[in-house]
C-alpha cells in the first residue's frame, strides 16, 4: 500500500515562501505522474500543480501559476512545491497525490492515492 506524508507547512506572512515536500513510501515514485492539491475551508479540494513522471511536463492552476514551482526527486522518492509570494488565498491544507488513475489530473478522481495533508496559513 502506498503511503504518502506531506510536510513544510505553517505559519508565513504574506509574500512569503515555503517549501512542501511529499515523501512516498511502499511505491516507487518515479513511476508515477504527481499532483499537488489544496482545500480551504468551505471550499472542494481542488487542483495546484501537476509533474509527469519524469519531470519534464508540468502544470498549474491559474492562481498559482507564476509563484508555485512543482519539482520531484525521484531518487529520494518525493516530491515538491515550492511557493512563493503567497497570498492569503493561498491558505488551505495541501495534499500531494500519487497514480493517477484518470485522464485529465485535475479531478479529484483522477488520483488513487493520497497523503493526510499539510496545513498552509498566511497571514495579511
Known amino acids: 500500500q502506498v503511503q504518502l506524508v506531506e510536510s513544510g507547512g505553517g505559519l508565513v506572512q504574506a509574500g512569503g515562501s515555503l517549501r512542501l515536500s511529499c515523501v512516498a513510501s511502499?511505491?516507487?515514485?518515479?513511476?508515477?505522474?504527481v499532483g499537488w492539491f489544496r482545500k480551504a475551508p468551505g471550499q472542494e479540494r481542488e487542483f495546484v500543480a501537476f509533474?509527469?513522471?519524469?519531470?519534464?511536463?508540468?502544470n498549474y492552476a491559474d492562481s498559482v501559476k507564476g509563484r508555485f514551482t512543482i519539482s520531484r526527486d525521484n531518487g529520494k522518492n518525493a516530491a515538491y512545491l515550492q511557493m512563493d509570494s503567497l497570498k492569503p488565498g493561498d491558505a488551505a491544507v495541501y495534499y500531494c497525490?500519487?497514480?493517477?488513475?484518470?485522464?485529465?489530473?485535475?479531478?479529484?478522481?483522477?488520483?488513487?492515492?493520497w497523503g493526510q495533508g499539510t496545513q498552509v496559513t498566511v497571514s495579511s
Open positions: 497525490s500519487m497514480f493517477q488513475v484518470g485522464t485529465t489530473a485535475t479531478r479529484v478522481r483522477d488520483w488513487r492515492f
Open positions: 511502499g511505491g516507487n515514485i518515479s513511476s508515477s505522474n
Open positions: 509533474i509527469n513522471r519524469n519531470g519534464y511536463i508540468t
